[in-house]
């Protein structure tokens, strides 16, 4: 699983929506289903029926807004907002709608350019709320506090989480990158077994040596270029339009996987194999190996899932071995360790995080099943339709669950 | 102040709101679609993709059986993945869920900072209803050991046999649902199966998909296939409900199950059209074949599309041949009425097959009652008729559109677990 594609999308902005439904679903019996949107009736234009609130609001470098309960006053009714935010500031701001007991953020709008204006809905339900500006070169500023009433029967809340900060992040980070620096020796062990394989010839051994190897460093969870250069390097894919075997330039597994599967003598096959050992050596030796960043930690248990359905599903990264359900497998494992150095944190932003652990589970417990006996694995083109079914059916039920993660845990500004 | 509910709160807090939804004013504004005042199921509106059309989701039948045809449509055959009945339950809901949430259009929800957007995007934040509909029907394979529903199974639901002239690819055929959308937009269309795939990931997958069009009246009258022939014009008028209740609706007993009622039989044939071959073929041949002039649509032995072909005074197949499309579709006797189903034409154009040739066709859908007494006899004596040599029928399969979703707290396919 090496490809990388760029940097994963900034956050998306937040348009003008008119809030309707809040997204929270609990355990569903059998079958994880995403939970599906609440309908707002167009004819009252927000849900439940009930009146769009309008608050247009004007932000510079001492307030964050006027008092925006109803009338200009400190109250407000519950129910649907929709916020516009003037930015008077001469650099960007970034606003966030903070209740102020909880600490928790039902809007974030990002990014607003000096002069430009911001949008933003949410249904409020009761509660005493502000803004909060953080405005790109100057200390946050609270703007005035608004008692908001309940929201009307049978709208839908917008959920709010207390933000996730860099600093919430950097013990995670460390925690999980400490755990990859106690995974490269046994990396480096396997590579070196494989190589000493290829070099006394003994092509059966360096097969199964081949495979553990390359699980141990699926495992790592490189996806989304996490290991930059030596990703490539270790486990790059052919060029466009060659394939692992006629590619001159590649080097890593696939390369070796597809010598050895394809019935190469071992003089071919040492060199790639030693090759190996020193990229290996090299991504051990590399300090930003075990170093991630607290940015990517939440993206990361989401983006293995992702590259794991698109090049091992699919079966595009086989080059003979016929292994990409062993890959799925180590890759479902490093996401489920990137899951949990961040429970810590999940435990109280999602409710869903029992329902993702327990997907992640049961799609490691299906692949399983496809590990043979005799140490092999089932090749993805003997299952049949119905398997591959229930096999896609399983992941994405798992990265589905895991999408919100990344967006739970992107590193937010918090005022406490 | 929790901003929180459960996923079942959830949806019966949406149930309740549906509850309150002015139903009599997306009826009317279906039932004043012209088309659907004209009574003929087989005829794409003039205003399609202008108007705001809205069908009413609640009904005792499915509004995607009944209502005109609209420009765009997509056929979704899918397998239950879900592991067991009460899945299948859960499935069964939320499908409904989507379903009337995208049927009736409405503002797509704020989740904050808490997830990724809740909706596609694709409507933009206030969801059209398009004229949009969406139609659930089951396949045979679903009455299997897996969900304990065999002693429910509709009589006449079986796989869709190969027919003498057919070329069956079973990759393409059946499944354990059936799913069409159908809108005035291609976007509505599209935006509807994002939306109903996303919530349903883990409860069923795609097994085969066909997107078809209906074309505007060329230049009136019922749509044209990619033949040139106007295709559906003889179908029974929808307006007429004594027809429907005997043409089109299914009805317990007789063996059939009890929950069967306002239910149909839905045919799917995906019929590959061989056009490069069809356009060598003389405009004559072409008539005699079909049984109709192109440019009109009316039969050959009259001048207007909907004329009777009053096959009594030509006995001897002398103008329209005994083995004409049209005379061996619907003989037009009364010993044959009752064979009349409710057909649902579609084009397609999906690229091009090994040779460069186009792949073009048809997507024929039709509702029957009874499916063996309708679609299946009237089948069979379309075997070795003179078209059978510039088409291939190679997948589809027979369903059952469930009963519709009576009221709010309803759901399509509650009654097979009652």
């Known amino acids: 699983m090496s490809q990388s594609s760029g940097p994963r999308a900034a956050k998306p902005w937040l348009w003008g929506l008119v809030a309707a439904a809040v997204i929270v679903a609990g355990a569903v019996v059998g079958v994880a289903l995403r939970p599906a949107a609440r309908e707002a009736r167009s004819a009252g234009g927000t849900g439940g029926g009930a009146a769009l609130h309008l608050n247009a609001l004007h932000l510079n470098i001492s307030s964050c807004g006027e008092r925006w309960g109803d009338g200009g006053s400190a109250t407000a009714k519950g129910g649907a907002h929709r916020f516009t935010f003037v930015n008077g500031n001469t650099g960007d701001v970034e606003v966030q709608l903070q209740e102020v007991a909880s600490k928790k953020v039902y809007l974030e709008v990002d990014g607003v350019g000096p002069g430009a204006t911001g949008t933003g809905s949410v249904v409020l339900g009761a509660g005493t709320y502000r803004l909060v500006c953080y405005p790109a070169d100057a200390d946050p500023v609270a703007g005035p506090e608004v008692e908001v009433g309940a929201a009307p029967a049978g709208a839908q809340l917008t959920p709010g989480i207390v933000p996730v900060t860099t600093n919430d992040l950097i013990p995670v980070a460390k925690a999980y990158g400490t755990w990859v620096e106690g995974r490269l020796p046994g990396l480096q062990a396997e590579v070196r077994r494989l190589d000493a394989d290829a070099q006394v010839g003994d092509l059966v051994a360096a097969k199964r040596d081949w495979l553990t190897a390359h699980l141990d460093y699926e495992g790592l969870g490189a996806a989304y270029g996490a290991f930059g250069d030596h990703d490539a390097a270790i486990n790059g894919t052919p060029a466009p339009g060659r394939t692992s075997l006629d590619d001159p330039q590649l080097t890593g597994f696939h390369k070796i996987e597809a010598l050895l599967w394809s019935g190469a003598p071992a003089g071919r096959v040492a060199p790639l194999t030693a090759r190996l050992v020193s990229d290996v050596d090299a991504l051990a030796a590399d300090p930003r190996t075990d170093r991630i960043d607290p940015a990517d930690i939440g993206v990361r248990a989401h983006e293995i899932v992702e590259n794991a359905i698109q090049f091992e599903l699919t079966g595009e990264t086989d080059a003979g071995s016929h292994t990409n359900l062993a890959t799925i497998g180590a890759n479902l494992d490093g996401s489920q360790e990137a899951l949990s150095a961040l429970t810590g944190l999940l435990a109280s932003r999602y409710p869903q995080l029992a329902d993702t652990e327990a997907a992640l589970a049961a799609s490691q417990k299906l692949v399983e099943g496809y590990h043979r006996a005799d140490g092999s694995w089932t090749p993805l083109g003997a299952l049949s339709r119905a398997q591959r079914q229930q096999l896609d059916a399983s992941l994405d039920t798992a990265v589905e669950l895991l999408a919100p993660v990344a967006e739970i845990t992107e590193p937010r500004k918090a005022l406490s | ?418």
């Open chain 2, 1 to 418: 102040m929790t901003g929180t509910t459960s996923r079942r709160g959830f949806l019966g807090a949406l149930a309740g709101a549906a509850a309150a939804a002015p139903a009599g004013v997306a009826a009317a504004m279906a039932h004043a679609d012209a088309a659907h005042a004209a009574g003929s199921a087989g005829s794409a509106s003039d205003t399609a993709g202008k108007s705001a059309a809205k069908y009413d989701f609640h009904g005792a039948h499915q509004a995607g059986v009944l209502a005109p045809v609209r420009r765009s449509t997509a056929l979704l055959a899918l397998d239950v993945t879900a592991a067991d009945r009460a899945g299948l339950q859960e499935l069964f809901r939320t499908i409904t869920e989507r379903a009337r949430f995208l049927t009736t259009g409405g503002r797509t929800p704020e989740v904050g900072i808490t997830t990724v957007p809740a909706d596609s995007g694709i409507l933009g934040p206030n969801v059209v209803a398009g004229g949009l509909t969406v139609t659930l029907a089951v396949g045979a394979s679903l009455f299997d050991e897996r969900f304990g529903l065999a002693s429910v199974k509709p009589a006449k639901l079986r796989a869709m046999e190969d027919f003498p002239n057919d070329a069956l690819d079973r990759g393409v055929c059946d499944g354990d649902l059936l799913l069409q959308l159908e809108a005035d937009d291609v976007d509505v269309v599209t935006h509807g199966v994002r939306e109903i795939l996303r919530a349903t990931r883990g409860g069923m997958q795609l097994r085969w998909r066909r997107d078809g069009f209906a074309s505007p009246p060329r230049p009136s009258g019922t749509p044209r296939n990619l033949m040139g022939f106007k295709d559906g014009t003889s179908n029974p008028a929808t307006s007429d409900e004594k027809l429907m209740d005997e043409l089109v609706w299914t009805h317990s007993g007789s063996g059939e199950p009890e929950w069967v009622e306002g239910g149909s039989y839905l045919a799917v044939r995906v019929i590959r059209m061989l056009v490069e071959f069809w356009d060598r073929v003389g405009l004559d041949e072409q008539q005699q074949i079909f049984g109709r002039f192109r440019d009109s649509g009316a039969p050959l032995t009259g001048t207007k599309e909907f004329d009777d072909p009053h096959y009594e005074l030509d006995p001897t197949g002398a103008v329209i041949q005994f083995d004409a499309h049209i005379r061996l579709a619907n003989p037009r006797t009364s010993a044959t009425a009752k064979q009349r189903m409710l057909r649902r034409a579609f084009n397609y154009d999906a690229g091009i097959d090994a040779n460069g040739n186009l792949d073009q066709g048809l997507v024929f859908t039709a509702f029957n009652q009874d499916i063996e007494r309708q679609f299946v006899t009237v089948q069979k004596r379309l075997a070795d008729e003179p078209l059978a040599d510039y088409i291939s029928p190679f997948g589809g399969g027979y369903f059952f559109a469930l009963p519709g979703v009576k009221n709010a707290s309803d759901w399509l396919g509650k009654g097979l677990f009652a």
